[in-house]
T-cell receptor, first 112, second 113 residues
Framework: DAKTTQPDSMESTEGETVHLPCSHA???????IYWYRQVPLQGPEYVTH???QNTTNSMAFLAIASDRKSSTLILTHVSLRDAAVYHC?????????????FGKGAKLTVSP | AQTIHQWPVAEIKAVGSPLSLGCTIK??????LYWYWQATGGTLQQLFY??????VESVVQLNLSASRPKDDQFILSTEKLLLSHSGFYLC????????????FGHGTKLSVL
């Protein structure tokens, strides 16, 4: 799986919209962009994923740059429950899947 | 629906003692299974991966071993714990297809004293 770059941390306030950036300059054509989030002493939770088009679900909106070298996870009306470490990961779904790496991610702090 | 269960929830063990952590997946045949470990404040590290019974691939060497004795079971163990084994252990299974994703268990918190 190729490398991604995220800020170490971001801060927000309840009710705001948060933009979490991820850079993946060496992404290859068959790699999907995945986002997971993790709170302490729990396993990561799937948030969303996409290949080329922007995607949206009940948890977040994923905006993917036209050259696919970066993406942004957009969380609207954040609450305290959205505070977590957000991981941006690239996955080649044609691969064997033997190695699935999580980096440090970006820690999102939400203030009341 | 698929469920993933890890046991025990937490363990406090002495250095040099043996350890066995378990993970069971229900509702999914031939799942791809993973063991991850996370030191306190650290990143999630993949330890082992298994695609079928009896087959386990090691990703990171931490003086631990893993086995897949049944299709729905994945075991992590060691005969002698080290202080550095302390942390949070997570089992996960991976769906396939274009909507592939990982589902994690609730984890086991291990304290080695």
């Amino acid at each position: 799986d190729a490398k991604t770059t995220q800020p170490d941390s971001m801060e927000s306030t309840e009710g705001e919209t948060v933009h979490l950036p991820c850079s993946h300059a060496t992404i290859s054509g068959n790699e999907y962009i995945y986002w997971y989030r993790q709170v302490p002493l729990q396993g990561p939770e799937y948030v969303t994923h996409g290949l080329q088009q922007n995607t949206t679900n009940s948890m977040a909106f994923l905006a993917i740059a036209s050259d696919r070298k970066s993406s942004t996870l957009i969380l609207t009306h954040v609450s305290l429950r959205d505070a977590a470490v957000y991981h941006c990961i690239l996955r080649d779904q044609q691969g064997t899947g033997s190695k699935l790496s999580f980096g440090k991610g970006a820690k999102l702090t939400v203030s009341p | 629906a698929q469920t993933i269960h890890q046991w025990p929830v937490a363990e406090i063990k002495a250095v040099g003692s043996p350890l066995s952590l378990g993970c069971t997946i229900k509702g999914k045949s031939s799942p791809n299974l993973y063991w991850y470990w996370q030191a306190t404040g650290g990143t999630l590290q993949q330890l082992f991966y298994s695609i079928t019974v009896g087959q386990v691939e090691s990703v990171v060497q931490l003086n631990l071993s893993a086995s897949r004795p049944k299709d729905d079971q994945f075991i992590l163990s060691t005969e002698k714990l080290l202080l550095s084994h302390s942390g949070f252990y997570l089992c996960a299974w991976r769906t396939g297809g274009c909507n592939e994703r990982l589902f994690f268990g609730h984890g086991t918190k291990l304290s080695v004293l």
